[in-house]
């Protein structure tokens, strides 16, 4: 029975692991007050190296609909403006020698629409991911019958262990997809 227990907590893990992927893509969703998590992917060629844009310079927020990155060494100004106009991010930097200004403006109505079903996507795959993460438990645990000679009850209440964490976790993505989905349409 700690065969079982041992795949349930893994499986478990694994299922949390996927909700907390899904925050911090949510996070990158932009919504219409200006992040430092929008910027957390884009790196900068600093010296030949690509390094992400948040381990040479502090992002500060000073408005709702304003970024303000200033680099640490202000001879990486150049690169990193070069890499924000090069971005997917559709925002023009303004340099004005010591620090980068990237204002955001609220997105229109049908943007927001097409963020919110961006977040969708993002969801859906999340719930499929722990659909995939049960179908492995499962899966093992019947493998696991098959070898160790477990009951069909004990079987059962294994299945219905991981299917009450699979509900759990699709519930809590429904969640984050409710409250994302209200921040980016809020105006």
């Given at each position: 029975m700690a065969a079982v227990e041992d795949i349930i907590n893994q499986h478990a893990e694994q299922m949390d692991k996927t909700?907390?992927?899904l925050a911090h893509e949510f996070s990158a969703v932009?919504?219409?007050r200006a992040s430092a998590a929008l910027l957390e992917r884009i790196t900068v060629d600093y010296y030949g190296t690509p390094t992400p844009i948040t381990q040479l310079a502090?992002?500060?927020s000073?408005?709702?609909?304003?970024?303000?990155?200033?680099?640490?060494?202000?001879?990486?100004?150049?690169d990193i403006e070069r890499a924000l106009q090069?971005?997917?991010?559709g925002i023009t930097p303004s340099n004005d020698g010591s620090v980068i200004r990237l204002p955001f403006p609220p997105p229109t109505e049908e943007r927001r629409r097409e963020l919110?079903?961006?977040c969708r996507h993002l969801a859906e795959e999340a719930k499929v991911a722990v659909r995939n993460i049960r179908r492995d438990a499962n899966s093992r645990l019947e493998r696991l019958i098959k070898d160790e000679d477990l009951s069909?009850?004990?079987e059962h209440r294994a299945e219905e262990r991981i299917q009450k964490l699979t509900d759990k976790h699709t519930t809590a993505i429904d969640e984050a997809l409710k409250h994302k989905e209200a921040e980016v349409m809020e105006v």
């Open positions: 909700v907390t992927n932009r919504t219409g502090g992002i500060k000073p408005e709702a609909h304003m970024l303000v990155v200033e680099p640490w060494d202000k001879s990486a100004l150049r090069g971005s997917d991010l919110v079903k961006q069909k009850d004990d």
